[in-house]
């Protein structure tokens, strides 16, 4: 089995990638309409998942992070399925530090946008298309209040009034502010945050060599299963 070694997004990292346009909710993704979607009590963690699950997954994430892009796209669907199957239910805490160091408000407003559609009961597809695009997003200068409401185009149901104008006005601005804290808080000694993607299961924080295990579907479901609740 091969394991892929990389590191996160940190504070003061910059990214220059890009990869193709336009990619939808995948197809993985059949049947997460049905999945509990909540805002804990605390106030900045989104819970994806059914309640009882045997599995807890902590999961920090920047929208503008391509490393949070290649975990979604290689270790994450292990998650996905255990989460479909109520096996696991993931706890999101969203950060918006890549702006420091990419220039802009990307992921402030993509934060936003998301807060928003947990609200319409979407986040989990909308998260998908988001991380879909990010690289082409990127490319073209970072989320903006336009782009944010064309991808929420490809989640049926997720456009309305409601929405659109939660995207529009920074609603949720104090959430992203709150949530970004709480990230910098995780970080323990370090004050700017733990980096993104960083995984916790059960209560675990996965480091050092396993940290690369996250990055791979088979390695990341053994993780998944072998962490004591």
Same mark, same amino acid.
């Given at each position: 089995?091969?394991?892929?070694?990389?590191?996160?997004?940190?504070?003061?990292?910059?990214?220059?990638?890009?990869?193709?346009?336009?990619?939808?909710?995948?197809?993985?993704?059949?049947?997460?309409?049905?999945?509990?979607?909540?805002?804990?009590?605390?106030?900045?963690?989104?819970?994806?998942?059914?309640?009882?699950?045997?599995?807890?997954?902590?999961?920090?994430?920047?929208?503008?992070?391509?490393?949070?892009?290649?975990?979604?796209?290689?270790?994450?669907?292990?998650?996905?399925?255990?989460? #479909?199957?109520?096996? %696991?239910?993931?706890?999101?805490? /969203?950060? !918006?530090?890549?702006? &420091? =160091?990419?220039?802009?408000?990307?992921?402030?407003?993509?934060?936003?946008?998301?807060?928003?559609?947990?609200?319409?009961?979407?986040?989990?597809?909308?998260?998908?298309?988001?991380?879909?695009?990010?690289?082409?997003?990127?490319?073209?200068?970072?989320?903006?209040?336009?782009? #944010?409401?064309?991808? %929420?185009?490809?989640?049926?149901? /997720?456009? !309305?009034?409601?929405? &659109? =104008?939660?995207?529009?006005?920074?609603?949720?601005?104090?959430?992203?502010?709150?949530?970004?804290?709480?990230?910098?808080?995780?970080?323990?000694?370090?004050?700017?945050?733990?980096?993104?993607?960083?995984?916790?299961?059960?209560?675990?924080?996965?480091?050092?060599?396993?940290?690369?295990?996250?990055?791979?579907?088979?390695?990341?479901?053994?993780?998944?299963?072998?962490?004591?609740?």
């Amino acid at each position: 089995m091969a394991v892929l070694m990389v590191s996160g997004c940190a504070q003061t990292e910059q990214s220059t990638d890009g990869k193709g346009a336009g990619t939808p909710v995948p197809a993985d993704y059949t049947g997460v309409e049905e999945l509990p979607e909540k805002l804990a009590a605390d106030g900045t963690t989104i819970v994806v998942g059914d309640p009882a699950a045997a599995t807890t997954v902590r999961l920090y994430e920047d929208p503008r992070c391509p490393f949070v892009e290649q975990f979604e796209s290689t270790g994450a669907p292990a998650l996905r399925e255990m989460t #479909l199957r109520r096996e %696991a239910k993931t706890e999101y805490t /969203l950060a !918006s530090f890549r702006d &420091d =160091s990419m220039g802009g408000d990307g992921s402030k407003r993509a934060v936003n946008a998301l807060r928003a559609a947990l609200d319409a009961g979407k986040f989990t597809e909308y998260h998908a298309v988001i991380f879909e695009n990010r690289a082409e997003i990127e490319l073209a200068g970072g989320y903006t209040t336009a782009s #944010l409401l064309e991808l %929420a185009d490809q989640v049926d149901g /997720l456009r !309305s009034e409601a929405f &659109d =104008s939660a995207v529009t006005t920074m609603k949720y601005k104090d959430f992203v502010n709150a949530s970004q804290k709480t990230y910098e808080t995780a970080g323990g000694d370090d004050p700017r945050g733990p980096g993104t993607p960083t995984v916790a299961i059960n209560g675990t924080k996965i480091t050092g060599n396993l940290a690369g295990w996250v990055f791979e579907k088979e390695s990341f479901a053994m993780l998944l299963n072998s962490v004591p609740e």
